[in-house]
T-cell receptor
């Protein structure tokens, strides 16, 4: 059983559309990170959120950490083909425990 | 940003042999390195946490004698898959954490292990 559940698992959309990916848990995390991973490569960090209710923006990407620090969302505005990839959330509990979500595979069609 | 390398990037071996994977932090010192395993189309599963100069901490269900981890210096950790079998075939990824904070971990590019 995954500690962090991501939804949806797969998403195929047209260029220009908006989308939201959710990362949910019943556990509290010290921090939560979002990564993007390309096939055959390691994950690349997009953002870290630490405070409950925190919102961070990275160009067309908006990340939110839930008030109770149990969940998070990633919203992409006007998706582009370059956004295609596997998006992973990861929560930290304690100093050394990182738990990854199940992943959302995004495909943006031109 | 910080760079973490892994070597080899791909390895194919026969069943019963041992394979060593290296993880290096190239431009920073990593007191802690993490080893993950990723099955096709699945997420990353933490296998173990490696601290420089001390024994690794393994996650539940990960065999210590099968996955030997050594973290001899602040820039190098190694994972040795001993007596590999086809079910050990997977994508192994390391990450290294620098002193900036508990959330600052940088991932290596991964090693694809195929055991025949």
């Amino acid at each position: 059983t995954q500690l962090l559940e991501q939804s949806p698992q797969f998403l195929s959309i047209q260029e220009g559309e908006n989308l939201t990916v959710y990362c949910n848990s019943s556990s509290v995390f010290s921090s939560l990170q979002w990564y993007r991973q390309e096939p055959g490569e390691g994950p690349v960090l997009l953002v870290t959120v630490v405070t409950g209710g925190e919102v961070k923006k990275l160009k067309r990407l908006t990340f939110q950490f839930g008030d109770a620090r149990k969940d998070s969302s990633l919203h992409i505005t006007a998706a582009q083909p370059g956004d295609t990839g596997l998006y992973l959330c990861a929560g930290r509990r304690g100093f050394n425990k990182f738990y990854f979500g199940s992943g959302t595979k995004l495909n943006v069609k031109p | 940003g910080a760079v973490v390398s892994q070597h080899p990037s791909r390895v194919i071996c026969k069943s019963g042999t041992s394979v060593k994977i290296e993880c290096r932090s190239l431009d920073f010192q990593a007191t802690t390195m993490f080893w993950y395993r990723q099955f096709p189309k699945q997420s990353l599963m933490l296998m173990a946490t490696s601290n420089e100069g001390s024994k690794a901490t393994y996650e539940q269900g990960v065999e210590k004698d099968k996955f030997l981890i050594n973290h001899a210096s602040l820039t190098l950790s190694t994972l040795t898959v001993t007596s590999a079998h086809p079910e050990d075939s997977s994508f192994y990824i390391c990450s290294a954490r620098d002193v900036a904070g508990p959330d600052t971990q940088y991932f290596g590019p991964g090693t694809r292990l195929t055991v025949l």
